[in-house]
């Protein structure tokens, strides 16, 4: 990632009047941007003596300035694809499902391949997914690809499956079910493949700018051959370079490493799949799940020795491995395998190389101790708490109230000190980065939760760390301009332990206050997004 930029792009500015969100100076309210970095943070006062040295004064009027958020999990095509195509994600019904699909279908007559997300039979009175007669009569009998809210499985029509010779022999084809496994990847391939470049091209712009105006700078897209195709994943990465918005980190999800590389990947990382997904049944847990009858306990992709194998080639390749790892039994594999690799390599070279563990949802007092000891980070996406957590969420009907209670501990993450970087897993949730810090501080089990700041942090900073870079992230002198401009109402400090809050809100404590999150109020608003020094989003009629 270059942040070599000249004076023309990117003017010096100097905002003031406002909040800066530093811990250069926890009371700033002013900030200087040169050549696209950050020259200065300070007081009202202070400012005076710039105002005459930039190109520009930016009156914040009272809102408050923070580091752009780092999105550190998403599926850049398939958000654009959701954001500006069929969207199920919010459907009540099967019914309403249907009528979805309907008008979609009616709507895009010369499209090529018709792609849909977010169907979720478990939130519909229903209780089942639309059958493949369903969805050919609904669409005229076009292809349709359809994923579950998870993305670890679909539901198509006829006419996709026509694409793929020998489907019916793949593992995961089960005739009136979802597809999944092998099954759902080559339809997948086979949808994407069918994707006009127009398509693709129109989804990757519609998702940055989406991104830019929730003031999101940096996106980690996780792309792979078993999630997208060479040419989504290339294509994206030259609109990024090319086109204002924010900036997209690449990894690809393969054991290949030299194609990773070659593909302009900085890991052979991200969606490696170690097991599935819980709402699909394919996540791989150590006991079975609770609510089938065949003491089912889902899919593991990739054992220890493999895990080990791939980390020993990228750090010594220079690259970052990763994995997708959601059950219990796949975190174990993982955490075996990275292991064994820091036996071969050294603990001290494997922790430099910052390898990474995407989801990391069903962990054990061990497993986290070994993601502290092997310098793992833990890119999580609290959002998937908010949505299917509690007694009665999903991964209570799955797993069982006891099992569920443990998962996504970040508390216990942060305090065996354990890396975060937080992410939305787009699609699979929004993008809504304030959303996710409140997911995270108000986790639904009360012992998982963390603060605000801790939070905010780790879907800033824990970003730019989980890449490799500690001088970003954070608003102070040299560090790159990434920041966002909000409207919001009054800053606090917020804490699971009330007795922090008290002591952080002391002025004496220098601590910065934050946007207050609590559950049921707005979240702030996004003003003004800039990537770099360039302004890449500002709200209409500011």
């Known amino acids: 990632m270059s942040d070599s930029l000249t004076k023309t792009d990117h003017p010096t500015v100097l905002l003031r009047g406002g909040e800066v969100h530093s811990p250069a100076d926890p009371f700033a309210t002013a900030m200087v941007v040169e050549r696209g970095h950050v020259a200065w943070v300070g007081s009202e006062g202070a400012a005076d003596a710039f105002a005459s040295g930039v190109d520009e004064v930016v009156d914040l009027e009272g809102a408050l300035v923070t580091p752009a958020f780092v999105d550190a999990h998403v599926h850049t095509t398939a958000t654009g694809l959701a954001l500006t195509g069929l969207d199920l994600s919010s459907a009540a ?17 010369g499209d090529r391949i018709l792609i849909g997300h977010g169907w979720d039979a478990s939130r519909w009175p229903e209780r089942r997914a639309p059958r493949r007669d369903e969805l050919d009569e609904l669409t005229g009998g076009r292809p349709l690809y359809l994923t579950r809210v998870d993305v670890h499985s679909a539901v198509v029509t006829t006419a996709l499956l026509d694409l793929v010779p020998g489907i019916r022999a793949h593992d995961g084809y089960r ?20 994707l006009a470049p127009r398509q693709r091209t129109e989804a990757q712009r519609a998702a940055r700018a989406h991104a830019a105006s929730l003031g999101i700078g940096t996106l980690h897209e996780c792309g792979g051959p078993r999630i997208s195709s060479e040419d989504d994943f290339t294509g994206l990465l030259d609109l990024a370079r090319e086109e204002p918005g924010p900036r997209v980190v690449g990894y690809w999800a393969d054991l290949d490493i030299e194609r990773a590389r070659a593909l302009g990947a900085v890991g052979a990382a991200g969606d490696l799949f170690a097991d599935g997904s819980l709402g699909s049944h ?29 980390v020993v080639a990228c750090t010594e390749a220079g690259l970052q491995a990763g994995f997708h790892a959601i059950g219990d039994a ?45 310098g793992l980070t833990a890119s999580v996406q609290p959002a998937f ?39 939305s897993d787009s699609p699979v949730t929004p993008l809504d980065p304030w959303g996710t810090v409140r997911a995270a501080a108000f986790h639904r089990t009360p012992e998982h939760r963390i603060s605000v700041r801790a939070a905010f942090a780790a879907h800033t900073r824990g970003g730019w760390r989980a890449v490799g870079r500690d001088d970003a992230g954070t608003l102070v002198p040299g560090a790159p301009a990434d920041y966002a401009v909000w ?20 002025p004496r404590s220098g601590t910065p206050g934050l946007p207050d999150l609590t559950p049921g109020g707005d979240l702030p608003v996004c003003l003004r997004t800039v990537v770099s020094g360039q302004t890449v989003y500002e709200r209409p009629n500011e």
């Open 93 to 109: 019904s099967l019914a309403e499902a249907a009528e979805r699909i309907r008008a979609h279908a009616a709507a895009r007559p």
């Open 175 to 194: 005739d009136g079910e979802p597809l999944t496994g092998d099954a759902h990847h080559a339809v997948r391939a086979a949808a994407y493949a069918a």
């Open 282 to 310: 394919t996540a791989c847990l150590h006991e079975p799940y609770a609510d089938t009858a065949d003491a089912h306990t889902g899919a593991a992709h990739l054992d220890a020795a493999t895990v080990a194998t791939h």
């Open 330 to 374: 796949a975190l174990t594999a993982v955490v075996d395998g990275v292991r064994a690799a820091s036996e071969k390599l050294g603990l001290a070279r494997l922790r430099a190389a910052r390898h990474r563990v995407e989801h990391a949802e069903m962990l054990t007092p061990e497993t986290i101790a070994a993601f502290a000891e092997l």
């Open 385 to 423: 708490d908010a949505a299917w957590g509690g007694e009665e969420g999903m991964y209570a009907e799955r797993l069982g109230a006891e099992r569920a209670r443990t998962l996504n501990p970040y508390a216990a993450l942060l305090r065996a000190g354990v890396p975060l970087a937080f992410g």
């Open 487 to 506: 409207r919001t109402g009054a800053l606090v400090v917020q804490a699971p332990d009330d007795r922090v809050a008290r002591w952080s809100t002391d």
